[in-house]
């Protein structure tokens, strides 16, 4: 799945941005919240949820990254978001905000910083929708994609499996037409790209069927790999 992140998008015409992303195949789009405390930087507020939700079916995700996500949810959920993915940093109370999100009827995720271990996921994935690997330092778009976090998002995948609970293994920051291979590869299912898909030269359609081409190609060749595992297993 390829979630555009708007982060890099011309805001003076976000919705045509948008649209260009709905009809170039996106699956959700991504919205980055900074609060300039959780991160060195400021972004978008529900105002601007609100504008997008008349212009696109796409499902909204709203990433957190601001010190209080909880005293922020009802606002962005009245806008028209359709999920939430909290960081786990900073929050002594996780859950609560998890079931806060639940309660508001919206998809739940948490992610994790790149210096932050996988197993700290442990008790809290059965609650989620969605885990976010975070594979660059949030704050900005366009950073280079963190090798380091490669195993990381291995021991995410397994968790997940071993919970056999329903949960999207996520990526976010640096994916692009390079990096994606290796992500799907170490068992990402949603990739967010901001911008490899806004700043692309030929556009944002010509960048999501690129990277789309590159998912379904990486996932086509991990196919016969894992039957033969099973079969070798049997
Ligand atoms: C980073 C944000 C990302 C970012 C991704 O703080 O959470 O969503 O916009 O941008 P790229 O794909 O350019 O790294
Ligand atoms: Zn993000």
Do not use: H, Y
């Given at each position: 799945m390829l979630a555009p992140s708007?982060?890099?998008?011309d805001f003076a015409r976000l919705g045509q941005q948008v649209a260009e992303a709905e009809g170039g195949g996106a699956d959700r789009i991504h919205v980055d919240v900074m609060d300039g405390h959780f991160v060195p930087n400021l972004s978008m507020g529900a105002a601007i949820v609100q504008s997008l939700r008349r212009v696109t079916r796409l499902p909204l995700e709203i990433h957190m990254m601001v010190t209080d996500p909880d005293s922020l949810l009802d606002g962005f959920a009245e806008a028209g978001s359709d999920s939430f993915l909290v960081h786990w940093e900073g929050n002594h109370h996780l859950h609560r905000t998890v079931q806060r999100i639940r309660a508001l009827g919206k998809g739940a995720g948490v992610a994790i910083n790149?210096?932050?271990?996988?197993?700290?996921?442990e008790e809290i994935v059965p609650e989620l929708d969605q885990v976010v690997v975070m594979t660059v330092n949030p704050g900005f778009g366009h950073q280079p994609f963190l090798r380091t976090t490669l195993p990381k998002i291995e021991r995410v995948r397994e968790l997940v499996e071993r919970t056999r609970h329903a949960c999207e293994v996520e990526v976010d920051g640096g994916i692009d037409a390079a990096t994606a291979p290796l992500v799907v590869g170490a068992g990402a299912s949603v990739l967010v790209a901001g911008s490899a898909v806004f700043g692309d030269r030929e556009g944002v359609v010509a960048a999501l069927g690129r990277l789309r081409a590159v998912v379904d190609a990486t996932q086509q060749e991990a196919e016969p790999e894992k039957q033969s595992t099973v079969q070798r297993s049997l």
């Open positions: 708007i982060l890099n998008a790149p210096a932050t271990p996988a197993a700290v996921l």
